[in-house]
């Protein structure tokens, strides 16, 4: 279906379509919205302002905040929420409607009160409510996974200077989690164990890339690094969910708080771009018929963080994304992690 749009020119609405060959799902279509985010005399996300989009959710304020953190509808949404996702085949080809749901997540009430430097209690809060948002789409039996990520700088897509992250609820499990996913499997059914659970052990044993250990949680630099100073967050306690971790108490959030604080700290010392990407389990209240790793996804899945800097001195002017290149180990970011200067 084609939309008359600026000029007489047809331009096609948002749509998912499935690449045949490494079945990953693409959002695609004719984007009218700008391409850089605007500068705004004001911003529309601080709680004086006026022009806030609408409110899904919002945690409790803290020393007289009106809130603390808070999901509100994304200006420029890449999926709805109404309607069916409506799959249907074109040849060999898969398609369906961008059904899901966009949000904002803010992580705090103030402008300049990023995650590297907001209180443990305000980073706590934040992760309560990106729980909270995951549980409640998971409700919903079209939504397949519900993925939560940050892009921090221009090179990494950010799109709004309030601190915030993002959230999508779609129809589809991303490529990406599908693998961990099928790999969980494959190394349980092996081993009756988790792989993420033994990489924590080992990688506790040898200590060389384990950044800090706090509490319930590590943050290390896993051996195959896709880009320089890959980290991964992890608790040392086998979930998959992060929202049933969280909302169940499992571990000591404070302790996450710090380490999600204290680890982006250390890494905006080498540089201030980044994406984050929280790794958890997909919907398993709606379970699939046809795919047996949601089965023992309990057993064989770990929730982790992902961060992956961007640096971009370090890139190379053409790299084939199936085999990554990471000029720096990671022992050698280790090292050199840990030996950047962070608060308490």
Request: glycine fraction near 4%; charged fraction near 25%.
């Amino acid at each position: 279906m084609l939309t008359l749009g600026c000029g007489g020119v047809f331009l096609t609405p948002m749509e998912l379509r499935k690449d045949p060959i490494t079945r990953s799902w693409v959002i695609t279509g004719d984007d009218v919205t700008e391409q850089a985010p605007r500068v705004e005399a004001a911003c529309r996300f601080c709680p004086e302002s006026n022009m806030s989009p609408q409110q899904i959710a919002s945690m409790p304020g803290i020393d007289g905040t009106p809130w603390s953190a808070r999901a509100v509808v994304h200006p420029n949404p890449l999926y709805r929420i109404e309607g069916e996702p409506a799959r249907r085949g074109e040849g060999i080809y898969d398609r369906m409607r961008s059904v899901g749901a966009h949000e904002l997540l803010l992580e705090n009430p103030r402008h300049d009160r990023h995650v590297w430097i907001a209180s443990d209690a305000e980073i706590e809060q934040f992760l309560i409510l990106v729980a909270q948002r995951i549980q409640d789409l998971k409700r919903d039996a079209r939504f397949k996974y519900v993925s939560v990520f940050k892009n921090y700088g221009a090179n990494a897509g950010q799109e709004f200077e309030h601190p915030n992250a993002e959230l999508t609820a779609t129809t589809f499990v991303p490529r990406r989690v599908l693998y961990e996913l099928r790999a969980g499997r494959d190394y349980f059914a092996a081993k009756e164990r988790c792989v993420f659970c033994d990489i924590i052990a080992q990688e506790i044993n040898q200590n060389v890339r384990m950044l800090e250990v706090r509490g319930d949680f590590v943050a290390l630099c896993p051996y195959a690094p896709r880009v320089p100073y890959e980290t991964w967050l992890l608790p040392r306690t086998h979930e998959a969910a992060f929202e049933r971790f969280v909302l169940s108490r499992s571990g000591n959030l404070r302790d996450l708080a710090a380490l999600l604080r204290r680890t982006l700290h250390r890494i905006r010392t080498v540089t201030e771009e980044f994406h984050l990407v929280l790794h958890t389990s997909p919907n398993t209240l709606h379970q699939s018929d046809s795919l047996n790793y949601w089965k023992t996804i309990d057993e064989d899945y770990h929730w982790h963080i992902e961060i992956l800097p961007i640096v971009s001195a370090k890139a190379k002017s053409y790299t084939f994304k199936e085999v990554y290149y990471s000029p720096v180990t990671s022992e050698t970011a280790v090292k050199r992690l840990r030996e950047a200067k962070v608060e308490a």
